[in-house]
């Protein structure tokens, strides 16, 4: 199974969590949270026009890992992480969230990245973490 040319578009995020988690947690609480797992490959995804309303530090904006999904059955669930080629992010505008929404990128190795991503447009957002074989479009 392939996803590609999947669309976000005209989104309203009201309010994140209530608890507080970190991005590396297995259900980290986030605005998006894009998890290519079992082997399957993303393609092409674009987010466009989400709006806040409510955040606060310490909100994650952004999570992406690829990784293997470890729970589940035997049917659906592979120890194999999934790869991500091309990510656009596109006119979002995050609210004051004294210090900035994180952005975290964790590709679980080299042969699993996450490539081709792109903000256009984005404001607001704090600091970018990326660990494994992650690469940004200019």
């Given amino acids: 199974l392939v996803y590609r040319d999947l669309l976000f578009r005209d989104v309203d995020i009201l309010h994140l969590a209530l608890r507080k988690t970190r991005p590396e947690e297995y259900w980290a609480n986030c605005a998006i949270y894009i998890q290519p797992a079992n082997g399957q ?10 709006r ?3 955040v606060g530090p310490g909100d994650i904006f ?3 890992k690829t990784m293997a999904i470890t ?3 035997k049917r659906c669930c ?3 992480a999934g790869t991500l080629k091309g990510l656009v992010l596109r006119n979002i ?3 004051d969230s004294q210090g900035g929404m994180n952005v975290n990128f964790t590709a679980k190795d080299d042969a699993h990245p996450i490539l081709g991503v792109r903000f256009e447009d984005v404001t607001g957002y704090g600091p970018v973490t990326k660990s494994g074989k992650v690469e940004f479009h200019e």
């Fill in 41 to 50: 490959p993303m393609y092409d995804t674009l987010y466009e026009d989400i």
């Fill in 52 to 54: 806040f309303h409510e």
């Fill in 62 to 64: 952004l999570n992406v």
């Fill in 71 to 73: 729970s589940g059955s």
């Fill in 78 to 80: 592979t120890d194999e």
């Fill in 93 to 95: 505008h995050l609210p």
